[in-house]
């Protein structure tokens, strides 16, 4: 499943119960980030990542058919992308927690309390809510939606622009629909156009529940990655 090229966005979620990205490589001088320990058809810059390859600050992870990519983080910590993925994967200051900002596919985390991890969606920041050892999941269901999903401990979920915010509990997941602005400046490069893009919160339902299959349905024609699918 591919993002495509969005038009500046506006984003309407839909929360149901359950769970962008520069396009440039690290700096030479970039500080190092994490290991990866297990990829197939995964690649930083065009280059093919190989196990035991370092990741930097900065560095931009790109999946393909059948693909994936886990990043082993100091402290017990992971990023994990699954195929036709693609996230940046930084740090904002040197003692800040780790960040992947996903601009399409899937991406499964785990933040442990010696390496916290973030993700940023848009104009939105994921992170655990009341302990920082809690994992789950972002993924793109189609080019206009996508699910945040809390697998183990609760995540918060805060829009930038106005400042809202919505706690996932464990077992709970999130719908996002994506509303394309009419008013996009055309001129702005693709990361201006996802940070511009704003999250609306709505609703949250428990994983498994009627609602929650049937949104993920109307908005997924291939089956929902589970993180008990990623490799632990």
């Known amino acids: 499943m591919k993002l495509g090229q969005f038009t500046r966005q506006f ?3 839909i929360i149901i119960p359950l769970f962008a990205v520069p396009i440039w490589a690290a700096s030479p001088n970039a500080a190092f980030i994490g290991t990866i320990t297990n990829a197939a058809a995964a690649t930083v810059a065009g280059t093919a990542l190989a196990n035991g390859t370092n990741i930097y600050d900065g560095d931009v ?3 393909s ?13 992971g990023i994990l992308l699954g195929e036709n993925s693609e996230a940046q994967i930084r740090r904002e200051s040197p003692t800040g927690p780790i960040i992947f900002d996903i601009a399409q596919g899937e991406v499964k985390f785990r933040s442990t309390d010696k390496t ?9 920041t994921i992170a655990p809510a009341d302990s920082p050892n809690a994992s789950g999941y972002v993924e793109f269901t189609s080019p206009t939606s996508a ?3 809390a697998k183990t401990g609760d995540l918060i979920v805060t829009a930038t622009h106005d400042g809202s915010s919505r706690v996932i509990p464990a077992g ?19 990361t201006a156009k996802r940070r511009t893009g704003l999250i609306v919160l709505l609703g949250i339902a428990m994983v498994g529940t009627i609602a929650v299959i049937a949104i993920v349905l109307n908005h997924h024609n291939q089956p929902t990655v589970s993180p008990s699918n990623f490799p632990q």
């Open 172 to 190: 709970s997941m999130m719908a996002v629909t994506l509303v394309p602005n009419p008013n996009q400046d055309q001129n702005q490069n693709r």
């Open 11 to 13: 984003i309407a979620v």
């Open 65 to 77: 058919d059948h693909g994936d990519a886990w990043v082993s983080l100091p402290g017990g910590a």
């Open 116 to 124: 916290l991890v973030d993700g940023y969606l848009y104009d939105a």
């Open 61 to 63: 992870i790109s999946t």
């Open 147 to 149: 699910i945040i999903a």
